[in-house]
């Protein structure tokens, strides 16, 4: 993949890209306290996640079974992400290759976090928010972005309209498995 390593980043920018792929792509919705934001969770996939595409209705990519199975067993379908720092109204990480490089389950995943009074089933801190300086640093050593983020609501449309500003603000990325 390193060689693939500017087209992967330029379509991880391009939420036009993300949308305009065919491959599976499904959909979990999380809650977190509110307190987390910036913090890096560990989340369990279930083991069946709607499908992103169409919400459970059944569309050609799902085959019209309206969702997707992602296999193996709760440590396979871990997933580690640095929530926003902002999360008013909720943000929605998109997270290529989830499950890693090898083809297997879904292509991207549209995990939905929001702020609420616990966190869901399945859903772990793991990492306190670090300083803005700190998270800049750790970001320039990471080769690959795997997650963009947009907020929710009216502020929506403006976050995929600067979501390279998004991202160089560090409101969120993957964090090495
Ligand atoms: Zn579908």
Redesign the pocket.
Known sequence: MNGAMGEALSRVLDPAALDACDKPRGRHVIEVPRGWAGAVIEVVIPARVA?A??DGG??D??GRR?GHRVPGDPTARLVRVRLPSEMEGGVMLRILRPFGEDGVGIAQLHLEARAGAAASTGVTWCEAAVPEEESRIERAERAEPRVAASLFGARKAAAYATIAVALAALVAFAVGR
Do not use: D, I
Request: charged share 10%.
């Open positions: 499908c595409r169409c059944g569309c990519g799902c309206g």
